[in-house]
Structures are given as C-alpha cells and as structure tokens.
C-alpha cells in the first residue's frame, strides 16, 4: 500500500503513516432451514456489521514519508488518542481516502464506528516506533424514535420536517459548488485563484483548518482548499 496515496482518519487524528494493510470483514446474516421435504432454502437476511481490521507503524521520530509532513507528534499522542477512543464509548468516523499513483482521485470510505480492540507491540526490528493493530465494528445508530402524530379529520397523519429545507451534509467524496478563493495549505497559506459557481469535489477534510475542505475538478485533479462558507453541497 502506497505510504502517500492512503489518507486514513480515526475521527480526526490523521495516522502518521498509512496502514500497511486494511481488511473489512462483511459476515451474511442470511440463515439456512430444511423444510419438511429435507430441501434446504435460505433465508435472506441484512449482512452483519462489518469489521475492519488495519496496522499501522507508531513512530517515535521524525521520517521523511510522514503523512503529515510536519513535525512528529511522539508515539505517546498516538497511544493515548486510541486510549480515549476507547474509553470514550463513543462511536466515531473512520475515513480512507484513497489516490492513485497520478495523484488523482479513486474514491473513499467514510463510515461510522467503534474502537472494539486494539493492541500494540514493541519489537527491536522496529527500533523505538511502535507498531499497532486496531479492530473496528461498524455502528449504526439506534434508539427509540419519537414521532409527533396530528388528528386531520379520521385519519392520523405522521408529521415529518420538509426535507426540501434540509441541508445536505459535506463529506469526502461530495459534490460541491465553490465560490470562493483557493489556498495551497487548509491553514489559508499560498492563496490562488478564485472560483465561482465551479462545480468540485472534496477529496480531503482537515477539520482543524480555517479552511478545511480540498477541492479536485470532477475529474479528481487537484485544486485547493476552501472555507467552509465557499461550498455549497450540490442536491
């Protein structure tokens, strides 16, 4: 796996070092009955949560393929982070965002998840870095739903929000309209050119950043990043 082409996110801690690898485990929930005449049918059902399996190198100095390309924050910024994920008992996102060799676009995954295991090993092959491995379960929210009811003559009719008014989310991978100035860096470092009315794509979220989404033309080259009050998320 290409060090520089995998941008991987635990909520909003960026891996200093891409995964070497990534496995995502998706189990059926199907179940298989004999009926009386010995036949067998199975029974589809939803597949199970699925489960996310990666490694990834802790280091505990500077290395020139750092995805950051800053300063190393120490290998105790990323122990405790997976420490509070787990701790915290609270689900979060986990995003990949994947390019090619080309730097262009290829696609991401954003869901939701939680810290389920985690383990890390010191060995002398890796000199001080630490390496680690880390399980997610998918999570998908839950809980009882209120719904307001309003009489209209005999009928009871469900009352719901007019989704024409809801405002769809941006995430990687969305389809945006820019007007506004780009900028080489999600800090507003190196200011370019300015788009209006351009029909984009976010491949990149620094939620840290004044000016947290990175712009690619539809295509996937790249263009820069914009503040939050640039975009407009295309419906």
């Given at each position: 796996?290409?060090?520089?082409?995998?941008?991987?996110?635990?909520?909003?801690?960026?891996?200093?070092?891409?995964?070497?690898?990534?496995?995502?485990?998706?189990e059926?929930?199907?179940?298989?009955?004999t009926?009386?005449?010995?036949?067998?049918v199975?029974?589809?059902?939803?597949?199970?949560?699925?489960?996310?399996?990666?490694?990834?190198?802790?280091?505990q100095?500077?290395?020139?393929?750092?995805?950051?390309?800053?300063?190393?924050?120490?290998?105790?910024?990323?122990?405790?982070?997976?420490?509070?994920?787990?701790?915290?008992?609270?689900?979060?996102?986990?995003?990949?965002?994947?390019?090619?060799?080309?730097?262009?676009?290829?696609?991401?995954?954003?869901?939701?998840?939680?810290?389920?295991?985690?383990?890390?090993?010191?060995?002398?092959?890796?000199?001080?870095?630490?390496?680690?491995?880390?399980?997610?379960?998918?999570?998908?929210?839950?809980?009882?739903?209120?719904?307001?009811?309003?009489?209209?003559?005999?009928?009871?009719?469900?009352?719901?929000?007019?989704?024409?008014?809801?405002?769809?989310?941006?995430?990687?991978?969305?389809?945006?309209?820019?007007?506004?100035?780009?900028?080489?860096?999600?800090?507003?470092?190196?200011?370019?050119?300015?788009?209006?009315?351009?029909?984009?794509?976010?491949?990149?979220?620094?939620?840290?950043?004044?000016?947290?989404?990175?712009?690619?033309?539809?295509?996937?080259?790249?263009?820069?990043?914009?503040?939050?009050?640039?975009?407009?998320?295309?419906?």
């Amino acid at each position: 796996m290409s060090s520089k082409g995998y941008y991987v996110y635990l909520d909003k801690c960026l891996l200093p070092v891409a995964p070497s690898r990534i496995v995502t485990e998706t189990e059926s929930g199907s179940k298989s009955v004999t009926l009386t005449d010995g036949s067998e049918v199975n029974i589809l059902k939803s597949p199970k949560l699925a489960s996310i399996k990666l490694n990834f190198l802790i280091p505990q100095k500077n290395y020139p393929f750092l995805m950051s390309g800053k300063a190393n924050k120490g290998a105790k910024f990323y122990t405790d982070y997976l420490k509070s994920l787990k701790e915290s008992k609270r689900p979060f996102q986990f995003i990949v965002s994947r390019m090619g060799a080309d730097g262009g676009y290829l696609f991401s995954t954003n869901i939701k998840v939680s810290l389920e295991d985690y383990t890390l090993t010191e060995d002398a092959g890796n000199g001080f870095d630490i390496e680690a491995a880390v399980m997610l379960k998918q999570y998908k929210d839950h809980g009882v739903k209120k719904v307001k009811l309003s009489l209209d003559g005999a009928h009871l009719q469900r009352s719901r929000p007019d989704s024409s008014t809801a405002e769809k989310p941006i995430m990687i991978g969305s389809d945006v309209i820019v007007n506004g100035r780009l900028y080489g860096t999600s800090y507003g470092d190196a200011p370019g050119q300015t788009r209006t009315n351009y029909r984009g794509k976010v491949n990149f979220i620094n939620p840290k950043g004044s000016h947290p989404y990175h712009i690619t033309t539809p295509s996937g080259l790249w263009q820069g990043w914009v503040t939050k009050d640039s975009l407009k998320a295309v419906t």
